[in-house]
């Protein structure tokens, strides 16, 4: 086949000089998907025709089929050595409704739009939300200038991806596993796991605005970087769960005591039709009274 790889150089340029001017977030990294023939915005500020359109996103979620998953090691050197696969060509879930995978550098890259996504230098394929952000507000502060930010293929990151009572579940799991087989574990590997878990899910918590501090004054957590110091210890996972199931606890009476658009409908409707039946009642005591006075 033959490919031109002009635009791919263009757009390559583009997104240097941008990095190279902006404060980038620690430990993140900038993945970029730039398709075949890139569409290109209708009002160019430039007037050279090379303003792309642009999309931050997060990564799709591709299930690969097993029959074309390849393996490099060797049959006899599989009993000393963990298996490495890589992915054969053909991937399930590439033709998926573009409404489903919005946000996503699959959608965008369907949409002839370039994606770029904000990567965590970790061993999860991961969009950090508050590298996502910052990503956002940088395009945005040069739209129209360097890119077109199609916002509409932009990934929502005022979800809440991981609620609180997500990570209090996960804490006190974890908790009760390590007390029902405190001998069967290895402790080092297993607090270096959750410590991660931990870093990754308060990251993508909605509400961690309500705890960060008491994190960074009782556990070690670090705000700018949204890590812990130190790999925390059953102790300290102990202490977080009983710091933040409270919170839960605070968040779900607060639900609990707001009434529910249908409670109030439905409660809107009683009180209609006990007028109605009042006043039906009254009418009908009225008709009553002047069959009797004739």
């Known amino acids: ?101 919005k946000g996503t550098d699959l959608c965008a890259l369907k949409q002839n739009v370039i994606s770029i996504t904000a990567i965590e230098l970790s061993p999860a394929l991961h969009s950090p939300l508050h590298a996502t952000n910052h990503l956002i507000n940088i395009f945005r502060a040069n739209h129209e200038k360097l890119f077109f ?10 979800v809440s991806i991981r609620p609180l009572m997500s990570i209090v579940q996960c804490l006190e799991y974890w908790l009760r596993l390590k007390g029902n087989n ?19 899910d308060i990251k993508i918590c909605a509400s961690k605005h309500k705890f960060t501090n008491l994190l960074t004054q009782t556990f070690g957590w670090k705000t700018d970087l949204e890590k812990f110091n130190e790999t925390l210890t059953w102790d300290k996972l102990t202490e977080l769960y009983h710091v933040l199931r409270p919170l839960t606890q605070q968040q779900s009476s607060s639900l609990l005591m707001m009434p529910s658009r249908a409670n109030m409908v439905i409660k809107g409707v009683a009180v209609t039709c006990a007028v109605v039946a009042m006043i039906a009642s009254i009418a009908f005591i009225k008709r009553s009274a002047e069959r009797k006075s004739t």
């Open 182 to 200: 405190s001998d069967k574990f290895d402790d080092t590997v297993l607090l270096q796991t959750y410590t991660l878990y931990l870093e990754r």
């Open 1 to 101: 086949f033959d490919f031109d790889f002009d635009d791919a150089v263009r757009a390559a340029i583009q997104i240097t000089q941008l990095a190279l001017r902006c404060e980038q977030t620690p430990n993140v990294v900038w993945n970029v998907n730039i398709p075949a023939t890139p569409q290109r915005c209708s009002h160019d500020a430039n007037g050279d025709g090379h303003i792309f359109k642009w999309a931050v996103t997060r990564p799709a979620t591709l299930h690969y089929d097993g029959d074309n998953l390849i393996t490099i090691t060797k049959s006899e050197e599989k009993k000393e050595f963990h298996d490495f696969v890589i992915n054969g060509p053909n991937a399930k879930g590439v033709n998926v409704d573009i409404d489903e995978e």
């Open 149 to 158: 930010c199609d916002t509409e293929l932009f990934w929502n990151v005022n």
